[in-house]
Structure formats: C-alpha cells, structure tokens
C-alpha cells in the first residue's frame, strides 16, 4: 500500500516551454501532497505544500507564478513548470500523506531537462 | 523552519563494517523520520521516532532518538552491498543534508 505514481518520469525540453507533473496517490487519499526539487547529490528541498482544494503553500525563494501548483482532488496534484530555463533542470519529487498520518510516501521522480 | 544538520556527508565502508548517520537540532523535535535513497531512485520512508529516548530496530538498523529530542541517530551493523545510498534524517517536511554511504565489497 501507499503507492505514490508520478509522471512523467522523464522530460526533455525547450527553453520557454511549460512542462506539467503529475503526482498521484494510487490506493491512499491525500489532502496534503508535497514537492521538492532535488539537485545532483544534494539533499530534497522544499518548493511548496499542496492543498487540497485551496491554493499551495510555498516556501520562501520558490516563484509561485514559475512553478505552478494545482491539487484538483485528493489523489492528484499537478506541478507546472512555466517558461522553463536550463536553471530549471532538475529532479522534482512529490510525496503525499494518507490522511491522518504524517509518513510522507514519495513518487518515483521527474527528471527535468530545459536545453 | 528549523533545520536539521546532518552528519557526515558522506562516509565509505568496508563490508562488514557499521555505519552511523547523525541529525542534530538546536531545537527540541516533535518526531524525526528517516529515509533511505537508493542511487536515481526516490527516498524510501524507513522509521519516525516521536518518543524522548525512543530506540527502534529494523533488522541490523537501529533507530535512536536522544533523551532531549535533540538529536537521532542511525546505526547499521555489518554493512551490506545492499546498504548503499543516501540516508536523510527529516523532522516535518525539512530534510537533512543526507549521509551518502558507499560499502566495498
């Protein structure tokens, strides 16, 4: 159980293209998803906290009109990368908690590359 | 948020050998959660510790949390092949920096 499903696994794009990840609960609802941005042999950090039904909570130095935020349902929420930049390049991971928890189930990962 | 620092960063074995990580805050904690991260794969959740003092075992992983709530631990005894990747301690939604472990076989 707890089966946290993302994609895409893997995107290549264009510079000042928009790239959308999905991140989704597969046997869990999750009020609560969370993403983070992972760079090469660094630690996870915080972009925002995804809400249910209300707008995300985002942490300090993350653009929010950048990285766009939409959790449509309690197994869903969505991370747009707007006009992205090779700066963008990344691994983006979502995790979601079942409701009434704090464990943090994680997706398997986006790997990001803006060329 | 308050952060917790974690050390080392990285640390390289020989089968056999243990291994232990470390979290420490300057602030008490309300639970520390521990995760394994395997290289190119996503953190795994492993263990929460809540309780003052609190020690938890997983096989040859033991769990501690400090007496303060300050600081925890990771230990592994007789590291495996398998034990290799990165180790993040987390307390609400902040990581640690993570304890990248190598083991030579």
């Known amino acids: 159980g707890a089966v946290v499903s993302q994609h895409p696994s893997r995107v290549i794009c264009k510079s000042g293209t928009s790239v959308k990840i999905e991140c989704r609960s597969l046997?869990?609802?999750?009020?609560?998803m969370f993403w983070y941005r992972q760079f090469p042999k660094q630690s996870l950090m915080l972009m925002a906290t995804?809400?249910?039904?209300?707008?995300?909570?985002?942490e300090q130095g993350v653009e929010k009109d950048k990285f766009l935020i939409n959790h449509a349902s309690l197994t869903l929420s969505t991370l747009t990368v707007t006009s992205a930049h090779p700066e963008d390049s990344s691994f983006y991971i979502c995790?979601?908690?079942?409701?009434?928890?704090?464990?943090?189930?994680f997706g398997p990962g986006t790997r990001l590359t803006v060329l | 948020g308050q952060q917790v620092m974690q050390i080392p960063q990285y640390q390289h074995v020989q089968e056999g050998e243990d291994f232990t990580t470390y979290c420490n805050s300057s602030?008490?904690?309300?639970?520390i959660q521990w995760y394994k991260q395997r290289p190119g794969g996503h953190p795994v959740f492993l263990i929460q510790?809540?309780?003052?003092?609190e020690v938890k075992k997983q096989k040859r992983l033991t769990f501690q949390f400090g007496e303060a709530k300050k600081n925890s631990s990771l230990h592994i005894t007789a590291t495996q092949t398998t034990d290799v990747g990165t180790y993040f301690c987390?307390?609400?939604?902040?990581f640690g920096a993570g304890t990248r472990l190598t083991v030579k076989p």
């Open positions: 987390k307390n609400d939604m902040r």
């Open positions: 602030t008490t904690l309300s639970n």
């Open positions: 510790l809540v309780k003052s003092g």
């Open positions: 995790s979601a908690s079942p409701l009434g928890t704090d464990t943090q189930y």
């Open positions: 995804s809400n249910e039904g209300s707008k995300a909570t985002y």
């Open positions: 046997d869990f609802q999750a009020t609560t």
